[in-house]
Each structure stands twice: as structure tokens, then as C-alpha cells.
């Protein structure tokens, strides 16, 4: 058994080595990615776990699986102060990662040759881990999810992802295929990828291969190819396979990465109105048999893209569309930080000058209808946040000024209705992520 997993890891590390991933060239930044960089910041998901808001100067931030060190710049950007070490079984991956974080100047980083299996070896600890896009491909993915909760600090977070069986069995058929052909046999390169192609151009239009697992894009993108027809190691899972490894490696589920996309209620014309079997049980099901009908009604994801961390670790929290309207008085409102930005600011200014509505879906990597846009009337209460955190009587101020009377009776807008409606604005604005609320004692 071991022999066999070391071939593979071997032959994972012979492809890598061949065909370096991503291949995004090296003075290509993410700066202004702000979508990408709000997966990347911990922030993001220290706050859904803990409805806390945290410092990431100083926090020490491991990249699993660094590849060319595209993602390991997104975390660096998405997270100052905080300390990048990256590691990666290869080796030509891992000299291409020190390359593109040393030509861009970032310099509070390290990189190893190293399979995350090992990562005890570092002898460091680290507050957020980000495996992306590489548990799927390791040969034993819980030693590889122990290995991480090994180097995890007590309160930290874990990121990491698993490819959807469901959702990819085309691409797994196609590899079972090339398998067979023994495209499969050694790390694929120009000559596999130039028979992969030969063979579906061979293929009657109708036969089940190309109808699902050939995209037109394969015919020149060298990288997808190999990236999903010929990718090494891939293996595929569902819902329960997530659990049970997570199980497996003591690690607690925090939240799927995407948690408004995976929402049962939403894939149904009207949600009160389900048919009467599910609408009996729907209401005594776990989350994991939540997200698990979710995924055999709508297998829409790619990833079952998650975060986890150390059992019961998390701090205990009232949501905040619970809280009292004491609770509310003491609370400290803030914009999250990588949408505290100049150019995110002066889209706000433009909606409110010309009186549209600001449209944020392209900032947040997730959002959930309705709420996909500002009024201008509360992107201009929220224009403080930019400066520094505020109190709801900040904004309930800020807010009766603006709107300083009901334009149905013409009434003067009394503190206790403004109170209300911004709040309400707030609960909304927190529950996508766009608001970071905080309790204060």
C-alpha cells in the first residue's frame, strides 16, 4: 500500500514538474481582484465562524499545495502584515512561486519542497491553511487533512476543497479512458494532450464523451486539458464522503466556502410550498444532509469547497438577526476590508450622485438574490464605514438626514422607524458578507 501511494505521489510530482499550475504569467498581479482576495483574506472566514473581526497583521498563513505561487500572492495581498509559506511537491512549481512573489516585492514569505503529509517537518504552526484545488489529487487525503490539523493553532481555520463527483463524472469517465489508452502511464505532455484531441475529433458528434466531457476550449487550451482530462490523481467525492473524512481527521465543519449558494430552500419555485414528504423531514435534517440533497438536486458546483477547523473551537455567538435592540446599541459596524477600498468608494459615490443603485455582485464571490445591489440612500449612509468602524446610532443619524421624511405622508422620520429600517439594511448587508458586525461588551 505504501509503495503504491508513493508511485502516485511520485507520478503527481513528475506531471507538476512537466506542466507547472497555474500558468498565469509572472507579472500578472491579483491586486485588483477583490473577489479572489476576499476568499484569500481570513478575515472572511474567522468572521463566519466567530462573528468577530480580526487583526491579520503578524497571523502566519500556509498555502498547501503552492503550485506557481499565484494563490499564495492573493494571500499575501488579501492579508497584511501576515506571514506566506507556501509548499509544494515540486520542485518546479515551488521555484516558480519564489520567482513571482520575489519580482512583485513581496517579501515576509517562505517556500518548501514538500508534500503537505509531511508538514509537521516545518516545525511551524499556522493560523489559516489554504489547500486549494490539491486534496483531491493526494493519494490519502485523510493523512493529508491530519497533517494540517497537526500544524493548525487552537482557534485556526482550515480552507481546502474536493472536486464533485457529481457534478464532474464526465470529465472521470473521459479519464477512465485515456487510462485505457495509456495516455495515463507517465506524466501527459505535448504528445497525450495532441492524442486526447485526436480522439475527439475522431468521435461521432452524438457519443457520449463529447456531449459531456469535451468543451470547445480544449481544442487550444493546452492547460485545461490536462487540468481535467489528464489530471493525475484526481478523485472525485460527495457531501458524505466530505463529512466522513472530516470525521476521519477530527476537523469540524465550519462552512462551505459558497454557504448562501448551497441553500436547499432556494431551488424551489416557493419555498413554502414543498411537497409534503420533504417539507415533514427537510426541517429534522442535519447540515450534511442538507448540503447532500442540495448536491443530488443541483450538482451546479465543481467543489465542494469548504472550511474546517479544530472541534469546538469556535467562540459562541447570538446571530445578529437575534439580538436585542440593546445589543444593536453596543455593536461595532464594519465594511469588510478588502471592499474598503478607493476604487470601491468612488463607485459608491457615483451611484449616489447619480442616483442609481450600486450593483456589488462583481466584488462579493457570492451572492444571494435579492441582494445584489445598493439604494443610493443606504450606499450613502454606509459611506462613513470607509473611514472608520460605526455604531448604529451613527448611521441611524446619518440615515435621517438623508432621508429626512416618509415620501408617502411627507412625515418627519422618527428615530425609532430609522433605528428599524437600518438595521434591517445592516442584517441584510452582514448576511452576504459585505458587513462585518461585531458585538462589544
Not at 108 to 131: K, R, V, W
Request: net charge negative; proline share 5%; aromatic share 10%.
Amino acid at each position: 500500500m505504501e509503495t503504491k501511494s508513493s508511485e502516485a505521489i511520485e507520478k503527481m510530482r513528475q506531471h507538476f514538474d512537466a506542466a507547472p499550475y497555474p500558468r498565469i504569467p509572472l507579472d500578472t498581479s491579483p491586486k485588483d481582484n477583490i473577489k479572489l482576495l476576499y476568499l484569500h483574506n481570513f478575515v472572511t472566514a474567522y468572521y463566519l465562524r466567530n462573528q468577530q473581526s480580526i487583526d491579520t497583521s503578524g497571523k502566519v498563513i500556509l498555502d498547501a499545495g503552492c503550485g506557481t505561487g499565484y494563490k499564495a500572492f492573493a494571500l499575501a495581498l488579501a492579508n497584511p502584515g501576515a506571514k506566506i509559506v507556501g509548499v509544494d511537491l515540486s520542485k518546479e512549481s515551488v521555484n516558480l512561486a519564489i520567482q513571482r512573489l520575489k519580482y512583485h516585492g513581496i517579501e515576509n514569505t517562505e517556500f518548501h519542497t514538500l508534500s503537505i503529509e509531511d508538514l509537521p517537518q516545518l516545525g511551524l504552526e499556522f493560523d489559516y491553511i489554504n489547500a486549494d484545488e490539491v486534496l483531491y489529487l493526494v493519494p490519502d487525503y485523510i493523512a493529508a487533512l491530519q497533517a494540517m490539523k497537526a500544524v493548525l493553532k487552537p482557534e485556526g481555520i482550515i480552507r481546502t476543497n474536493l472536486h464533485s463527483s457529481l457534478q464532474r463524472f464526465g470529465f472521470y469517465r473521459a479519464q477512465k479512458i485515456f487510462t485505457i489508452m495509456g495516455l495515463m502511464d507517465e506524466a501527459p505532455g505535448e504528445l497525450e494532450i495532441g492524442l486526447v484531441r485526436e480522439t475527439a475529433k475522431a468521435l461521432k458528434n452524438n457519443v457520449g464523451f463529447k456531449a459531456t466531457a469535451w468543451k470547445v476550449e480544449f481544442e487550444t487550451d493546452d492547460e485545461r486539458v490536462l487540468a481535467n482530462l489528464l489530471l493525475q490523481g484526481d478523485k472525485g467525492f460527495n457531501i458524505p464522503q466530505m463529512f466522513a473524512a472530516l470525521r476521519s481527521a477530527d476537523l469540524e465543519f465550519i462552512s462551505m466556502v459558497n454557504w448562501q449558494g448551497w441553500d436547499v430552500m432556494d431551488l424551489f419555485k416557493n419555498s413554502e410550498k414543498l411537497p409534503a414528504k420533504l417539507e415533514e423531514r427537510l426541517p429534522k435534517f442535519s447540515q450534511e444532509e442538507r448540503l447532500h440533497l442540495f448536491e443530488l438536486l443541483h450538482s451546479t458546483y465543481r467543489l465542494l469547497d469548504f472550511w474546517c477547523g479544530h472541534p469546538q473551537a469556535a467562540k459562541s455567538f447570538v446571530p445578529i438577526a437575534e439580538w436585542s435592540d440593546n445589543n444593536w446599541q453596543k455593536a461595532r459596524i464594519n465594511l469588510h476590508p478588502n471592499l474598503n477600498v478607493a476604487k470601491v468608494k468612488q463607485e459608491i459615490i457615483n451611484s449616489i450622485t447619480n442616483n442609481k443603485t450600486w450593483e456589488f455582485r462583481r466584488y462579493l464571490p457570492f451572492t444571494k438574490e435579492p441582494f445584489t445591489y445598493i439604494e443610493p440612500t443606504t450606499a450613502a449612509c454606509l459611506l462613513p464605514l470607509f473611514d472608520a468602524p460605526q455604531t448604529i446610532n451613527n448611521l441611524v443619524e446619518r440615515w435621517q438626514r438623508i432621508k429626512a421624511v416618509d415620501p408617502v405622508t411627507l412625515n418627519s422620520i422618527e428615530t425609532e422607524v430609522a433605528f428599524q429600517q437600518v438595521k434591517q439594511q445592516l442584517i441584510n448587508l452582514q448576511q452576504i458578507g459585505l458587513l462585518l458586525v461585531e458585538a462589544q461588551n
